[in-house]
């Protein structure tokens, strides 16, 4: 996860998701196993002359790792962007050493576009990220 994620992740601050947050930043959706919410999947429409680009992005927590939730979760979201008026390009930044949620992008059928080297803050450090799109 990015940075911009507060950690650790507090009541407060999934309040404030739910209220304010995700409507700030596109659209959010809550990925739910026997209705409990487990994880999440979201996009974010670039504007202006970018808007032909959406960002998207995908969690899920640890103890259902590896069967394959996220991969259909975020094939939906992918779908449902590249269908968007004047969407062209479907993007994910991910932390070059993120070896599952590449491999998600991979399933996806997304393309691996570069590698951004030192291009974020995690943690305090200074990572490596890449860059996977997919296209209309
Ligand atoms: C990224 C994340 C959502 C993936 O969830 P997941 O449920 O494991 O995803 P899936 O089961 O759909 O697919 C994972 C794939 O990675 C593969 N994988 C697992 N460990 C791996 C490793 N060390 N190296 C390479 N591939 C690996 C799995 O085998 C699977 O591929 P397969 O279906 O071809 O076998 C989850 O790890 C997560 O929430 N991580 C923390 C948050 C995060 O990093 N979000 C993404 C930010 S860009």
């Known amino acids: 996860m990015s940075d911009t994620w507060p950690s650790p992740y507090t009541e407060d601050d999934a309040r404030w998701w739910v209220e304010t947050g995700q409507h700030q930043s596109g659209a959010a959706w809550a990925v739910c196993l026997h209705d409990v919410p487990r994880g999440g999947v979201g996009m974010h429409p670039l504007?202006?002359?970018?808007?032909?680009?959406?960002?998207?992005?995908?969690?899920?927590?640890?103890?259902?790792?590896?069967?394959?939730?996220?991969?259909?979760?975020?094939?939906?979201?992918?779908?449902?962007?590249?269908?968007?008026?004047?969407?062209?390009?479907?993007?994910?930044?991910?932390?070059?050493?993120?070896?599952?949620?590449?491999?998600?992008?991979?399933?996806?059928?997304?393309?691996?576009?570069?590698?951004?080297?030192?291009?974020?803050?995690k943690r305090g450090e200074v990572i490596d990220r890449v860059l996977y799109a997919s296209y209309q």
């Open 47 to 121: 504007q202006g002359f970018l808007r032909c680009n959406v960002e998207v992005g995908w969690w899920l927590h640890p103890d259902h790792w590896g069967q394959g939730v996220i991969s259909q979760a975020a094939a939906h979201v992918l779908t449902q962007a590249l269908a968007l008026p004047d969407v062209t390009r479907v993007f994910a930044h991910i932390h070059a050493g993120n070896a599952r949620s590449i491999r998600v992008a991979e399933k996806l059928g997304m393309r691996l576009e570069s590698v951004q080297p030192r291009s974020a803050f």
